[in-house]
């Protein structure tokens, strides 16, 4: 304990408990105190009778004030960090006042609004401006707060407090109510309209300004303090909002919590067309792992982490409406039933729009609305002559009224398919694709959507909103972009070289880095498709297929296909593959030859479809079953030859026997006679030999060979 | 380089990727484009042997050479095309050398590749790592099973998935819309959830059974049962025409060959079908008689 502040004490520890616990880890903490919070806690701790809490607090703080009013406080902070943060701050219950103080004047901010208020609260003449002392006290009992929560490494939230450059001395208590609670708990949807992952490190003033031009529907949703600094033009609390949404960001876990606190489990509406239901679901969160989940007396498995659940019997119509689920998670870990009331919560919209899902097979909400999607959408009544004017819009033709789904009275639904983009009006604006409203990259070769790793090749074009672009594009701190009417630069002709890139757009950092090659250098090819055949017949037994599943190219199975490379098991051994056709250069000379006496020159030609589709590219060999078609004899033999060689090519078809026991022809043509000379010398494969000799024998007997053989 | 080539490359770098991210891609490379080509890209890369397909993912395949028949002396090649791989092809030591690239409008520039002998071929192919195939589409055709065989292989539950309610197909081979249709009927249907399309054929009513298959089987399938159904007599005319002058094999609108076919189809040329505007029909090239008719014997039986 600290001297001179035990009288207060149970009220430091209370706050501390209220404010500054586990369970802001790790997330930006507010002591967002106003006269209902003091109430609350006063109760939940049994610090004052029902409604006085407010009295009970300030009964205990102007009983110790001094001459400089804050100087214990100033104090006890100080002995207390020196003895290493023992037991609550023993300054919160001042701070709680001054809080309650700017609190109280409700957006106004400046001096003068604030320290009348605050003297007021402090039991001290309410003329007189700043308290004597109070610029250096309230200054250290804040900084002390933050070394607190710092020393604990977060374990308790992360410090907000910020003095601003506007408002000496009033800029702490004011950091602290400009967002409610409400107010936080809205910011998940601005963050995702926006575009913005958790995490991420955007510069207020970039928020701000997005929040500013945020759709009237979300905009609105925010309370009238809010709603009332982004209608202004006062610097000091456009500063300290900007300043708390960077913070909001950079420690957002991408969930999403009510204004108690509470995590929500967001509800998303399905549709069957098929048998016209309209259900919901919700994706199963971690915290929901082996616990069992309670819904109006009916008790289930919580399923799967991350995949959907339906609800049981679910009030479509207060879905619709924005309404809300209330369940009971009961935890079964340890024997015990641990019990928890959570809420499920859906969007608050006229228009509600669903995609095919592939793991549902179904429509469902939560889908990004991107071209080239079907999609169905349930419209209030009021809005549909608006809402099919702009479906018609996007997709050219007149969406189909789905007679089959029946939504609740008062909506009516409809069935489109977006092929362009174009702006709504806010109402309206789920309906259309659209992009983020922050700076980003899109399209490009990209390997690594992570790192923005893309090919040097495909660098991706940058797009920006231009409405809210209020400096210049730069690349790598000197180039500067100029985008086009549409927002987008296209980085492609700029012949960026591989490596990292910077751009600076609107107050966002973008890394983009460039590469020529990512590819694994020994892949795994898994996409086999199979199939088998059965006893010996071409008798197919299973086809794995596209979406069948895939198999390992070690896989027993007859026949595997990856790409253009076939691996076939004991079939092409059955299926008796005939003696292909010989190729042969395309120079020099080629003859046919059939029974002796017979010959025909061939002409080899480039392939006609070779031609035709590869102009200027040149036959290099020619096949000879191509050439075969027009000769007028049955083919036996085809000779090949150059000036300095003669070969002979047995070809496919030619009987095994031949009997030649014709009659000289009276007539030979030229070609036969050109040839003739020189078949003595022909080189054959040795498996032909004995044919040819037999063929050649014929020949020499009926006098057709000029001279003796060899 | 073409948009295609890019898209090629882009794939063999990445290897493996979602549909999404495909589509992503693609509309970005083809902004000009009517942003539903994308599927029927990522097909034609399939047929092309460069790809695979399964479920919402494609893979590139594996790089592998195959031979041509009537080839005039160049080999093709398929599969995964990196950088990396062209110039190692460029630098090999077993005298096969890269042709000029050949632009086709609707796939990836053509590589051809000329070589010496096959032996040298298959040589260079085992240094460089890479698959060799000896005609592969006539092989591929010959092993494929028929249309009956890949229905039969597909058989599911008679009810059509999910509750998306089905398309159903037309005369005109498009899927159309049709006002409480249960898909209980004889014929085919799609299903389109999330971007995957699913199909569906029906050869009578419950409890015939239902297959799901690719587009192109169940088109042809269908187109088989109607004309049956005119003619009230089993489908003996074929509805793929070839050309013995020219050597190709036509087909008319809407009647691309099923995928299997099809690849086996495209391998014996390394061209996709072109469209001719003048005869109507798609044309597929350097196609003889014997792979015509097995063709159509595997489409009829």
């Given at each position: 304990?600290?001297?001179?502040?035990?009288?207060?004490?149970?009220?430091?520890?209370?706050?501390?408990?209220?404010?500054?616990?586990?369970?802001?880890?790790?997330?930006?903490?507010?002591?967002?105190?106003?006269?209902?919070?003091?109430?609350?806690?006063?109760?939940?701790?049994?610090?004052?009778?029902?409604?006085?809490?407010?009295?009970?607090?300030?009964?205990?703080?102007?009983?110790?004030?001094?001459?400089?009013?804050?100087?214990?406080?100033?104090?006890?902070?100080?002995?207390?960090?020196?003895?290493?943060?023992?037991?609550?701050?023993?300054?919160?219950?001042?701070?709680?006042?001054?809080?309650?103080?700017?609190?109280?004047?409700?957006?106004?901010?400046?001096?003068?609004?604030?320290?009348?208020?605050?003297?007021?609260?402090?039991?001290?003449?309410?003329?007189?401006?700043?308290?004597?002392?109070?610029?250096?006290?309230?200054?250290?009992?804040?900084?002390?707060?933050?070394?607190?929560?710092?020393?604990?490494?977060?374990?308790?939230?992360?410090?907000?407090?910020?003095?601003?450059?506007?408002?000496?001395?009033?800029?702490?208590?004011?950091?602290?109510?400009?967002?409610?609670?409400?107010?936080?708990?809205?910011?998940?949807?601005?963050?995702?309209?926006?575009?913005?992952?958790?995490?991420?490190?955007?510069?207020?003033?970039?928020?701000?300004?997005?929040?500013?031009?945020?759709?009237?529907?979300?905009?609105?949703?925010?309370?009238?303090?809010?709603?009332?600094?982004?209608?202004?033009?006062?610097?000091?609390?456009?500063?300290?909002?900007?300043?708390?949404?960077?913070?909001?960001?950079?420690?957002?876990?991408?969930?999403?919590?009510?204004?108690?606190?509470?995590?929500?489990?967001?509800?998303?509406?399905?549709?069957?067309?098929?048998?016209?239901?309209?259900?919901?679901?919700?994706?199963?969160?971690?915290?929901?792992?082996?616990?069992?989940?309670?819904?109006?007396?009916?008790?289930?498995?919580?399923?799967?982490?991350?995949?959907?659940?339906?609800?049981?019997?679910?009030?479509?119509?207060?879905?619709?409406?924005?309404?809300?689920?209330?369940?009971?998670?009961?935890?079964?870990?340890?024997?015990?039933?641990?019990?928890?009331?959570?809420?499920?919560?859906?969007?608050?919209?006229?228009?509600?729009?669903?995609?095919?899902?592939?793991?549902?097979?179904?429509?469902?909400?939560?889908?990004?609305?991107?071209?080239?999607?079907?999609?169905?959408?349930?419209?209030?009544?009021?809005?549909?002559?608006?809402?099919?004017?702009?479906?018609?819009?996007?997709?050219?033709?007149?969406?189909?009224?789905?007679?089959?789904?029946?939504?609740?009275?008062?909506?009516?639904?409809?069935?489109?398919?977006?092929?362009?983009?174009?702006?709504?009006?806010?109402?309206?604006?789920?309906?259309?694709?659209?992009?983020?409203?922050?700076?980003?990259?899109?399209?490009?070769?990209?390997?690594?959507?992570?790192?923005?790793?893309?090919?040097?090749?495909?660098?991706?074009?940058?797009?920006?909103?231009?409405?809210?672009?209020?400096?210049?594009?730069?690349?790598?701190?000197?180039?500067?972009?100029?985008?086009?009417?549409?927002?987008?630069?296209?980085?492609?002709?700029?012949?960026?070289?591989?490596?990292?890139?910077?751009?600076?757009?609107?107050?966002?950092?973008?890394?983009?880095?460039?590469?020529?090659?990512?590819?694994?250098?020994?892949?795994?090819?898994?996409?086999?498709?199979?199939?088998?055949?059965?006893?010996?017949?071409?008798?197919?037994?299973?086809?794995?297929?596209?979406?069948?599943?895939?198999?390992?190219?070690?896989?027993?199975?007859?026949?595997?296909?990856?790409?253009?490379?076939?691996?076939?098991?004991?079939?092409?051994?059955?299926?008796?593959?005939?003696?292909?056709?010989?190729?042969?250069?395309?120079?020099?000379?080629?003859?046919?030859?059939?029974?002796?006496?017979?010959?025909?020159?061939?002409?080899?030609?480039?392939?006609?479809?070779?031609?035709?589709?590869?102009?200027?590219?040149?036959?290099?060999?020619?096949?000879?079953?191509?050439?075969?078609?027009?000769?007028?004899?049955?083919?036996?033999?085809?000779?090949?030859?150059?000036?300095?060689?003669?070969?002979?090519?047995?070809?496919?078809?030619?009987?095994?026997?031949?009997?030649?026991?014709?009659?000289?022809?009276?007539?030979?043509?030229?070609?036969?006679?050109?040839?003739?000379?020189?078949?003595?010398?022909?080189?054959?494969?040795?498996?032909?030999?004995?044919?040819?000799?037999?063929?050649?024998?014929?020949?020499?007997?009926?006098?057709?060979?000029?001279?003796?053989?060899? | 380089?073409?948009?295609?080539?890019?898209?090629?490359?882009?794939?063999?770098?990445?290897?493996?990727?979602?549909?999404?991210?495909?589509?992503?891609?693609?509309?970005?490379?083809?902004?000009?484009?009517?942003?539903?080509?994308?599927?029927?890209?990522?097909?034609?890369?399939?047929?092309?042997?460069?790809?695979?397909?399964?479920?919402?993912?494609?893979?590139?395949?594996?790089?592998?050479?195959?031979?041509?028949?009537?080839?005039?002396?160049?080999?093709?090649?398929?599969?995964?095309?990196?950088?990396?791989?062209?110039?190692?092809?460029?630098?090999?030591?077993?005298?096969?050398?890269?042709?000029?690239?050949?632009?086709?409008?609707?796939?990836?520039?053509?590589?051809?590749?000329?070589?010496?002998?096959?032996?040298?071929?298959?040589?260079?192919?085992?240094?460089?790592?890479?698959?060799?195939?000896?005609?592969?589409?006539?092989?591929l055709l010959e092993s494929s099973p028929t249309l009956n065989d890949l229905l039969l292989s597909r058989k599911i539950p008679d009810q059509l998935p999910g509750g998306v309610q089905p398309t159903v197909l037309g005369d005109d081979l498009n899927f159309h819309e049709q006002e409480n249709c249960r898909g209980t009927q004889p014929g085919a249907y799609c299903v389109e959830l999330f971007r995957q399309q699913r199909y569906f054929y029906r050869h009578g009513a419950p409890p015939a059974p239902l297959f799901e298959c690719g587009l192109q089987v169940v088109r042809y399938a269908e187109l088989r049962r109607v004309r049956a159904g005119q003619q009230r007599t089993p489908v003996k005319s074929s509805p793929v025409e070839w050309d013995r002058d020219t050597g190709q094999l036509r087909v008319a609108k809407g009647r691309r060959l099923p995928e299997l076919?099809?690849?086996?189809?495209?391998?014996?040329?390394?061209?996709?079908?072109?469209?001719?505007?003048?005869?109507?029909?798609?044309?597929?090239?350097?196609?003889?008689?014997?792979?015509?008719?097995?063709?159509?014997?595997?489409?009829?039986?």
């Amino acid at each position: 304990m600290v001297a001179g502040v035990s009288v207060g004490n149970e009220w430091n520890a209370a706050l501390r408990d209220h404010f500054y616990h586990p369970g802001m880890a790790r997330r930006p903490v507010y002591l967002c105190v106003d006269r209902a919070v003091i109430e609350t806690v006063s109760r939940a701790y049994d610090l004052a009778p029902e409604g006085q809490g407010v009295d009970a607090l300030l009964s205990s703080v102007r009983s110790r004030t001094a001459a400089e009013p804050l100087h214990p406080w100033f104090r006890a902070a100080v002995q207390w960090k020196s003895a290493g943060f023992p037991g609550p701050p023993p300054f919160l219950d001042m701070l709680a006042v001054t809080v309650l103080a700017a609190s109280d004047v409700s957006g106004r901010i400046g001096s003068n609004a604030y320290y009348q208020p605050l003297r007021l609260l402090l039991g001290l003449p309410r003329t007189g401006g700043m308290p004597r002392g109070f610029d250096n006290d309230i200054s250290t009992l804040w900084n002390v707060l933050r070394d607190w929560l710092t020393s604990q490494d977060g374990a308790f939230g992360l410090p907000t407090a910020n003095l601003g450059h506007h408002f000496p001395n009033v800029g702490w208590a004011s950091s602290q109510v400009i967002l409610r609670p409400a107010d936080r708990a809205k910011l998940p949807h601005f963050f995702t309209a926006l575009g913005a992952g958790p995490g991420e490190d955007l510069p207020g003033t970039v928020l701000l300004e997005n929040l500013r031009r945020a759709p009237a529907r979300l905009r609105s949703s925010f309370s009238r303090r809010v709603v009332s600094i982004l209608d202004g033009k006062t610097d000091a609390m456009s500063e300290l909002l900007a300043d708390m949404l960077h913070q909001e960001l950079l420690h957002w876990d991408g969930g999403w919590r009510d204004e108690d606190d509470r995590q929500l489990v967001q509800v998303l509406l399905t549709a069957d067309e098929f048998n016209g239901r309209i259900s919901a679901v919700y994706r199963v969160p971690e915290r929901f792992t082996g616990a069992r989940i309670r819904f109006d007396g009916q008790e289930e498995d919580a399923g799967e982490v991350g995949e959907y659940a339906y609800l049981p019997a679910p009030d479509v119509k207060l879905l619709l409406g924005g309404g809300e689920v209330s369940a009971t998670r009961i935890d079964l870990d340890s024997g015990k039933r641990i019990r928890e009331r959570f809420r499920l919560t859906g969007v608050q919209n006229d228009v509600r729009v669903l995609a095919g899902d592939d793991e549902l097979g179904e429509f469902v909400e939560g889908h990004r609305v991107t071209l080239d999607l079907k999609l169905v959408v349930l419209v209030r009544e009021h809005l549909v002559p608006e809402a099919t004017c702009a479906m018609h819009k996007l997709s050219g033709e007149e969406p189909r009224r789905l007679q089959r789904l029946r939504p609740p009275t008062g909506w009516q639904a409809f069935k489109y398919r977006p092929v362009r983009s174009t702006r709504l009006p806010a109402n309206l604006a789920s309906l259309a694709p659209r992009d983020s409203l922050l700076a980003n990259f899109t399209g490009g070769l990209c390997v690594d959507g992570r790192s923005h790793t893309y090919l040097t090749s495909g660098p991706p074009d940058l797009s920006v909103n231009l409405e809210v672009l209020s400096d210049v594009v730069t690349l790598n701190d000197f180039t500067v972009l100029q985008p086009d009417s549409e927002g987008r630069v296209r980085l492609t002709g700029l012949g960026l070289a591989e490596g990292k890139h910077e751009i600076n757009a609107g107050g966002r950092k973008l890394t983009l880095r460039l590469v020529d090659e990512a590819a694994d250098q020994r892949p795994d090819f898994t996409y086999w498709r199979a199939w088998d055949f059965r006893q010996g017949e071409k008798r197919l037994r299973r086809l794995i297929a596209s979406g069948g599943g895939v198999v390992s190219a070690d896989a027993e199975h007859d026949v595997l296909v990856n790409g253009a490379s076939l691996i076939v098991r004991d079939v092409e051994r059955r299926s008796g593959h005939s003696r292909p056709w010989p190729e042969v250069r395309a120079g020099g000379q080629h003859v046919v030859l059939g029974m002796p006496g017979q010959a025909v020159s061939i002409v080899p030609r480039t392939p006609l479809w070779l031609s035709k589709n590869a102009p200027g590219v040149e036959a290099r060999t020619f096949d000879v079953s191509a050439a075969m078609r027009d000769v007028a004899f049955s083919p036996l033999w085809l000779v090949d030859e150059t000036d300095d060689r003669i070969e002979v090519h047995r070809l496919p078809g030619s009987p095994a026997e031949v009997s030649y026991t014709g009659a000289c022809p009276s007539k030979v043509s030229s070609s036969w006679r050109s040839v003739a000379r020189r078949l003595a010398e022909a080189i054959i494969d040795e498996r032909d030999v004995h044919e040819w000799n037999g063929w050649f024998a014929a020949a020499e007997r009926l006098g057709l060979i000029p001279e003796v053989r060899g | 380089m073409t948009g295609h080539d890019l898209l090629l490359g882009w794939m063999s770098e990445r290897h493996k990727g979602s549909f999404e991210r495909f589509r992503e891609t693609w509309t970005w490379l083809f902004r000009e484009e009517d942003p539903r080509w994308w599927r029927r890209t990522l097909n034609d890369l399939q047929t092309l042997g460069h790809v695979e397909i399964d479920g919402g993912r494609w893979e590139t395949a594996t790089p592998t050479i195959t031979t041509l028949p009537n080839s005039g002396g160049y080999a093709l090649l398929c599969g995964k095309r990196t950088d990396r791989l062209v110039r190692a092809i460029e630098g090999n030591t077993h005298g096969i050398r890269l042709a000029r690239p050949v632009a086709q409008s609707a796939g990836p520039s053509v590589q051809l590749i000329e070589y010496e002998a096959i032996s040298a071929l298959a040589s260079a192919c085992a240094d460089l790592g890479i698959r060799f195939e000896r005609v592969v589409s006539d092989r591929l055709l010959e092993s494929s099973p028929t249309l009956n065989d890949l229905l039969l292989s597909r058989k599911i539950p008679d009810q059509l998935p999910g509750g998306v309610q089905p398309t159903v197909l037309g005369d005109d081979l498009n899927f159309h819309e049709q006002e409480n249709c249960r898909g209980t009927q004889p014929g085919a249907y799609c299903v389109e959830l999330f971007r995957q399309q699913r199909y569906f054929y029906r050869h009578g009513a419950p409890p015939a059974p239902l297959f799901e298959c690719g587009l192109q089987v169940v088109r042809y399938a269908e187109l088989r049962r109607v004309r049956a159904g005119q003619q009230r007599t089993p489908v003996k005319s074929s509805p793929v025409e070839w050309d013995r002058d020219t050597g190709q094999l036509r087909v008319a609108k809407g009647r691309r060959l099923p995928e299997l076919f099809e690849r086996a189809t495209v391998l014996r040329s390394g061209f996709l079908p072109t469209w001719d505007n003048g005869l109507r029909r798609w044309v597929y090239h350097n196609i003889d008689e014997e792979f015509s008719q097995l063709l159509q014997n595997k489409l009829a039986s």
